[in-house]
């Protein structure tokens, strides 16, 4: 009976050192776009040749290091395709062949995400309270927009001078986020030029944004119990032509001499032409922008300039709307939450455990 065992661990043994194998199957749980091969020899080969193709032939670049075994992702391939590595091994003066083939499949979900998923999670979580809580009273603390609070002392000049006030919405069209900003803004300070009895020009750059532009203006007198001195041609379309747009705006500032000027929205290559031609003019200047390379040029030929995303937070700041405070809000936290990750993933990192980095690093694979 000893003898059987003998015999049966010496052929399990002379079979562990010749097996060899070549694996190829999908990446569990991923996009679609991966296979992992699985290599195992009985000893470190002396050379690896692969060859990778999908089913029509086309080759991909595939190596793999010299070892006994270990396993490699293959990335960056298409979805649904079969693929099939042909290996060809030697040890010494002998050689061995293996193929291996394997399909992509996308799933439904993919894992490695799975810390995006938790973030917006916990945003989202945090957007609902804080939305909750200012609906129940809690008054929540915005930091203070200095170029929005200069509004009323832009218009109280323009009304002293009895001049009129300048609103340009920026240069892009309503699909825009920075323009639906501007409008925003346009409500709040046409309501004010509204009950202050001055006048607020508004030239647009395309049609859809002259369309919200003048109800939105319309609203806003409405507001104010001023209907009847609402004035609709104020609120004009110049042309899509974006220096047109801007040598029409420049022509109104030097004709019409606006006591105020107002420049939000998205802006590029023109800011400047703008800036300068109402620093000459002698206006009091609010610029904002979330364009980050055109951002010099207000804070430098402005009085006042929101920068990046204090535009987006006017509205909740001028308004005090329970749900965008706690839209705001809820940000913030993300913001926060962010900056905590990337502090406790430097000091993780330091102190030599990756465990935070990697999982969130599958993410952005």
């Not at 046409?190 to 006048?199: I, M, V």
């Not at 000459?280 to 922008?289: D, L, V």
């Not at 993933?345 to 694979?365: Q, R, T, W, Y």
């Amino acid at each position: 009976m000893k003898q059987i065992w003998l015999v049966l661990f010496i052929i399990f043994f002379v079979y562990a050192l010749s097996a060899q194998s070549l694996l190829l199957k999908d990446v569990p749980w991923d996009d679609g776009k991966a296979l992992e091969l699985h290599w195992q020899f009985p000893a470190v080969p002396d050379s690896i040749q692969l060859s990778m193709s999908d089913r029509m032939g086309n080759p991909i670049d595939l190596s793999i290091p010299l070892s006994q075994s270990g396993m490699q992702v293959v990335r960056d391939l298409d979805p649904g395709q079969e693929y099939q590595i042909q290996a060809t091994i030697s040890f010494g003066d002998q050689q061995t062949s293996l193929t291996a083939s394997s399909k992509t499949k996308e799933q439904w979900f993919y894992m490695h995400k799975m810390a995006f998923l938790i973030l917006l999670l916990l945003i989202c979580l945090a957007i609902i309270y804080y939305i909750t809580a200012a609906r129940h009273g809690k008054d929540f603390f915005i930091r203070r927009i200095s170029g929005l609070d200069s509004m009323e002392e832009a218009i109280g000049r323009a009304t002293e001078k009895g001049k009129p006030i300048l609103f340009v919405p920026g240069i892009g069209d309503l699909d825009d986020i920075q323009t639906i900003a501007s409008l925003t803004i346009l409500s709040h300070l046409a309501q004010r030029s509204a009950e202050y009895n001055t006048e607020l020009i508004v030239p647009c750059r395309f049609s859809m944004v002259l369309s919200a532009a003048r109800e939105v203006v319309k609203e806003a007198f409405m507001k104010a119990g001023r209907l009847d001195a609402y004035k609709p041609d104020n609120v004009f379309y110049l042309t899509d032509d974006q220096f047109g747009y801007v040598a029409g705006i420049d022509g109104i500032m030097l004709r019409e001499q606006p006591a105020a000027n107002f420049f939000l929205g998205s802006f590029y290559a023109e800011s400047l032409i703008l800036a300068e031609t109402g620093f000459s003019t002698g206006a009091i200047q609010t610029a904002g922008t979330a364009q980050a390379h055109q951002l010099p040029f207000f804070v430098v030929s402005c009085d006042y300039t929101l920068i990046g995303e204090e535009l987006f937070a006017a509205s909740a700041y001028l308004s005090r709307d329970p749900q965008q405070l706690g839209s705001l809000k809820g940000h913030d936290f993300g913001k926060l939450m962010v900056i905590l990750l990337i502090i406790a993933g430097v000091i993780l990192e330091i102190a030599g455990m990756s465990n935070l980095k990697d999982f969130i690093a599958g993410a952005l694979k």
